[in-house]
């Protein structure tokens, strides 16, 4: 990393699971840390939805020489949108409860050491998807890791907030089995290119983790400039059951039903009557037909020596 960043603005979620302890304790140390290298920064704790956002736009507005996001993926994507076009470099305290980013970047899960590898760390510009909806409009909204439409969009929109709070993974476990129960699998089509596919789940990958210790898009790039895709074409409750299953054993490469593709823009479209629903990095994205596409050169990432190992 260039030895002249110095200035840092550090965006924390006070509300995201391991922040909520941290914004006295660790989270202190970890900027005493980062100022032992040179690295000063200044707190600016979120208060609500769509505010870190506004507060990285500042930063950029600002001329900071860095911004540092202590949070889950909700609020690293909410960053993201905040700084997406511009120079400043973004990088990770993991917090929240999950962070797909830090696995990817293989970040340990302690604020404090994840701070000390902040200055040794290569600065990298890579794509972003973005996703276009009637919801988001013509401007869209980026995302870093992962986005899809159908279960797992049905899931993201329907779990409850205050057992995510208490119990963090357990309350997206609690929701995916209650929607293999209820869930009806509407189809919808998948234009990638030349080609078109009914389906009832699409995963957009940009990173080989998804969520807690899964990897769905297993081949995606984080620095290169298209999507993983995996789609699946059954109805069967039953069939997506045992998907899960060979998901816990790291064999869902080998479904029947499951189609895995590589494609930098892909669309969306609903076939049936009930909607299909849309996520992006955890957050509910509104319903299709939606666009989710590349946009090269977008971010700078602060990537840890943790990453190439």
């Known amino acids: 990393m260039p030895s002249d960043i110095r200035d840092a603005l550090l965006i924390v979620n006070p509300n995201a699971g391991r922040a909520r302890k941290a914004h006295l304790g ?30 990285a736009r500042q930063a950029v507005r600002d001329r900071r020489q860095m911004v540092i996001v202590c949070g889950g993926d909700g609020t690293l994507n909410e960053v993201v949108n905040g700084l997406a076009g511009s120079r400043v470099p973004l990088a990770l305290l993991p917090a929240g409860t999950a962070n797909v980013l ?25 794509a972003l998807g973005k996703i276009k909806t009637e919801e ?42 209650r929607q293999l129960g209820s869930y009806r699998f509407p189809r919808f089509r998948v234009i990638a290119g030349q080609e078109s596919f009914e389906a009832t789940l699409i995963v957009v990958g940009r990173t080989k983790h998804y969520g807690g210790p899964f990897q769905i898009t297993s081949e995606a790039d984080l620095y290169g400039n298209d999507f993983e895709l995996m789609l699946c074409t059954t109805r069967s409750r039953w069939k997506y059951l045992g998907y899960v299953f060979l998901l816990l054993f790291g064999q869902l490469r080998r479904a029947r039903g499951a189609r895995f593709l590589r494609a930098s823009c892909v669309r969306c479209e609903p076939l049936d009557a ?36």
Do not use: M
């Open 26 to 55: 660790p989270l202190e140390r970890a900027r005493k840390i980062l100022s032992r290298y040179g690295i000063e920064s200044e707190l600016a704790p979120t208060d609500g939805p769509g505010a870190a956002t506004e507060i």
């Open 102 to 126: 830090a696995k990817e970047l293989n970040l340990p899960w302690n604020i404090e050491r994840a701070a000390e590898l902040v200055a040794g760390s290569t600065l990298r510009r890579i």
């Open 136 to 177: 988001t409009g013509a401007a869209g909204r980026y995302f870093l890791s992962v986005a899809g439409a159908g279960p797992d969009g049905a899931l993201v929109r329907a779990v409850n907030g205050g057992l995510k709070r208490h119990t963090g993974t357990l309350a997206y476990w609690a929701e995916g089995f």
């Open 274 to 309: 009930e909607p299909v629903w849309a996520q992006v990095d955890g957050e509910p994205a509104g319903a299709i037909g939606v666009e989710f596409c590349i946009v090269p050169d977008a971010l700078t990432l602060a990537v840890p020596h943790t990453a190439l190992k």
